[in-house]
């Protein structure tokens, strides 16, 4: 199965800034990978998905890559806001594609 | 109205009683999934279903149950529920047409005592 690896430390970063987060996998590369968002005490909520023929996917001030040498996806947010204080979740589908494994999340706090 | 609901929402349970949680849907898919999330483990799936009549065992299934009762719901049951167990639960469905993206429930927080 697949093992997925993000940072399981917090990233604080100031308002304005870019972060940058990391999603590492290990065995066969996936058609795509997944990144979700997760507020305390709710569901993840879906924000982007990248297939493995596309090098980089933008959405607003979302922009997420995708190196298949690598085996790594890394996830941007420009101009960040308080309101982009969350948990990023990475997720790749099993090799069948029927069901999604899900990374540990990175936790991002942006202060004004 | 929400798409994806879950009851109870919080659950408070002894070692050894039997629970259920619930999982509702109305946004017209066919696939539904049981995740339990844990601190710095990340989502993990429990059981999975892509239609009425497919059941199948996710990572983690041991010591739990499911029934598809409908298209729209999909319940989780802890036969004899064990501390271990206490942990986030959340349901979510992906369309067979469109099955990549997941859509997850608000999920319910569970404490086995």
């Known amino acids: 199965s697949q093992k997925i690896e993000q940072n399981s430390e917090a990233l604080n970063i100031q308002e304005g800034k870019t972060a940058t987060l990391t999603c590492n996998y290990t065995?066969?590369?996936?058609?795509?990978l997944q990144w979700y968002r997760q507020d305390p005490g709710r569901g993840p909520v879906f924000l982007l998905l990248i297939r493995e023929n596309e090098k980089e996917k933008r959405k607003e001030r979302l922009k997420v890559t995708f190196d298949t040498t690598l085996k790594q996806s890394l996830f941007h947010i420009t101009a960040s806001q308080p309101a982009d204080s969350a948990t990023y979740l990475c997720?790749?589908?099993?090799?069948?594609?029927?069901?999604?494994?899900f990374g540990g999340g990175t936790r991002v706090l942006v202060k004004p | 109205d929400a798409d994806v609901t879950q009851t109870p929402r919080n659950r408070i349970t002894k070692t050894g009683k039997r629970i259920m949680l619930e999982c509702s849907q109305t946004k017209g898919h066919d696939r539904m999934y049981w995740y339990r999330q844990d601190p710095g483990l990340g989502l993990r799936l429990i059981y999975y279903?892509?239609?009425?009549?497919?059941?199948n065992k996710g990572e983690i299934s041991d010591g739990y149950s499911v029934s598809r009762q409908a298209q729209a719901k999909f319940s989780l049951s802890l036969e004899s529920a064990i501390p271990n167990q206490t942990a986030l639960y959340f349901c979510?469905?992906?369309?067979?047409?469109?099955?990549?993206?997941?859509?997850f429930g608000p999920g319910t927080r569970l404490l086995v005592l």
């Open positions: 279903s892509f239609d009425v009549k497919d059941i």
């Open positions: 065995n066969y590369s996936p058609a795509y």
């Open positions: 979510a469905t992906s369309s067979q047409t469109v099955q990549e993206t997941q859509y």
């Open positions: 997720a790749l589908p099993s090799a069948a594609g029927n069901k999604l494994t």
